[in-house]
Nanobody, 121 residues
Framework: VQLQASGGGLVQAGGSLSLSCTASGRAGIRNVRGWFRQAPGKEREFVASIDSFDNMAAYADSVKGRFTISGDSAKVTVYLHLNSLKPEDTAVYYC???????????????WGQGTQVTVSS
């Protein structure tokens, strides 16, 4: 399976964006898909994840209440809706497929190419 992320862009603080992560190749699609982000000079960090089996979602404290993760019933596309954006949300956002339960980058083994989100103040 391959993951393709899209939807990034430039937005003013307080604005919104929606990201998409589409899986190609039905073989190997797993239930849990997550979003991570990496700002310049910083480590890649967990943002949100969703389990398509029961739609259970998890969020990093820094985005809780502002970002929403969702997925389609076919488990092909996962979305991340970013609201009330702040300059500190600026980063490259990656989607990934979970291999082992957890929020660490090492728990995910299939990664999309990343999409840039830039929030201006």
């Amino acid at each position: 399976v391959q993951l393709q992320a899209s939807g990034g862009g430039l937005v003013q603080a307080g604005g919104s964006l929606s990201l998409s992560c589409t899986a190609s190749g039905r073989a190997g699609i797993r239930n849990v898909r997550g979003w991570f982000r990496q700002a310049p000079g910083k480590e890649r960090e967990f943002v949100a994840s969703i389990d398509s089996f029961d739609n259970m979602a998890a969020y990093a404290d820094s985005v809780k209440g502002r970002f929403t993760i969702s997925g389609d019933s076919a488990k092909v596309t996962v979305y991340l809706h970013l609201n009330s954006l702040k300059p500190e949300d600026t980063a490259v956002y990656y989607c990934a497929s979970e291999r082992y339960p957890g929020t660490h980058v090492n728990n995910y083994d299939v990664w999309g190419q990343g999409t840039q989100v830039t929030v201006s103040s």
